[in-house]
Antibody, heavy 119, light 110 residues
Framework: QVQLMESGGGVVQPGRSLRLSCAAS????????MHWVRQAPGKGLEWVAL????????YYVDSVKGRFTISRDNSKNTLYLQMNSLRADDTAVYYC????????????WGQGTLVTVSS | QSALTQPASVSGSPGQSITISCTGT?????????VSWYQQHPGKAPKLMIY???NRPSGVSNRFSGSKSGNTASLTISGLQAEDEADYYC??????????FGGGTKLTVL
């Protein structure tokens, strides 16, 4: 069955970095675009980033441009989100989800990993 | 990349129908037929309920339907059931090749 499992969350100080991973199984990872979506505690969903299936194109929400980088390793069936210069307002549960550019976050989502930015 | 506008809450009795609106602009909802709706129960990951304005993924009840007029998309749930009580989010593709979500609507089944 399809599984997406995020990892790498935790508590980090403002200004520091963190890398999230999303391990995929049960489907053809290399043929699917992938998204990151986040949800601050008690708040709504916020789309964060998208990467094409071959990694050739990447898109970001304005608030993370220049600080976050989405990437993937199709040989390892793994999606990444490198988060630099973290701020308190980046505190959220981060979900990975399958979906192409015009699909949006689609059929399969991970369970989420919590990132807390605090001194 | 402003969030789409949804009502904060809606409610209905079992068996009734409710509609949740999602208002954007011509650069997102109004410009593309790429609007999705998600259901999220507390502590759970979102679940796709409608994609491409009005299409239901396999396994989603036909009590859920979607539509769009101009810059506003809508989700209708008919024959409300207790299990439908959840948060609902719309999202849309945008002219900058990004996606934007609505603020979310809490559905209460009375």
């Amino acid at each position: 069955q399809v599984q997406l499992m995020e990892s790498g969350g935790g508590v980090v100080q403002p200004g520091r970095s963190l890398r999230l991973s999303c391990a995929a199984s049960g489907f053809s990872f290399s043929r699917n675009g992938m998204h990151w979506v986040r949800q601050a505690p008690g708040k709504g969903l916020e789309w964060v980033a998208l990467i094409w299936s071959d990694g050739s194109n990447k898109y970001y929400v304005d608030s993370v441009k220049g600080r976050f980088t989405i990437s993937r390793d199709n040989s390892k069936n793994t999606l990444y989100l490198q988060m630099n210069s973290l701020r308190a307002d980046d505190t959220a549960v981060y979900y990975c989800a399958t979906g192409g550019e015009r699909d949006g976050p689609r059929d399969y989502w991970g369970q989420g990993t919590l990132v807390t930015v605090s001194s | 990349q402003s969030a789409l506008t949804q009502p904060a809450s809606v409610s209905g009795s079992p068996g009734q129908s409710i509609t949740i609106s999602c208002t954007g602009t011509s650069s997102d909802v109004g410009g593309y037929n790429y609007v999705s709706w998600y259901q999220q129960h507390p502590g759970k990951a979102p679940k796709l309920m409608i994609y491409d304005v009005s299409n239901r993924p396999s396994g989603v009840s036909n009590r859920f339907s979607g539509s769009k007029s101009g810059n506003t998309a809508s989700l209708t749930i008919s024959g409300l059931q207790a299990e439908d009580e959840a948060d609902y989010y719309c999202s849309s593709y945008t002219s900058t090749s990004t996606w934007v979500f609505g603020g979310g609507t809490k559905l209460t089944v009375l």
